[in-house]
């Protein structure tokens, strides 16, 4: 799978905002046939931050996904609510989902 990490500085007047603002293409990436997982998450550091961890179940997804017409959209969009250039980190993995964190095993 590919499993991408992504952190988005957004502008602090439209922080409180970024979910619904991101909400569309948030809704369309999960729908992708080939997405597992599109989820935000919001710094408990610093509240402008969010971070974006996403996966997709191949090469083929990931292809299909930056060039539907949704991502196409945010990337005219979602600039505009930003201080910075997101960063992220892209990787390929041999898996198909999360593993448990034996360290921290509940029983």
């Given at each position: 799978?590919?499993?991408?990490?992504?952190?988005?500085?957004?502008?602090?007047?439209?922080?409180?905002?970024?979910?619904?603002?991101?909400?569309?293409?948030?809704?369309?990436?999960?729908?992708?046939?080939g997405c597992l997982w599109f989820d935000w998450s919001r710094s408990v550091d610093d509240s402008c931050e969010y971070v974006l961890v996403e996966a997709f179940r191949d090469g083929d997804a990931g292809a299909a996904h930056v060039n539907s017409d949704h991502f196409k959209a945010a990337q005219q969009k979602l600039p505009g609510y930003l201080a910075a250039t997101p960063k992220i980190v892209s990787q390929t993995v041999d898996q198909d989902g999360w593993s448990e964190l034996g360290e921290m095993k509940v029983d």
């Open positions: 799978m590919i499993f991408i990490t992504a952190k988005f500085q957004v502008l602090p007047e439209h922080a409180d905002a970024w979910p619904e603002i991101s909400r569309e293409f948030t809704e369309a990436c999960r729908a992708e046939d």
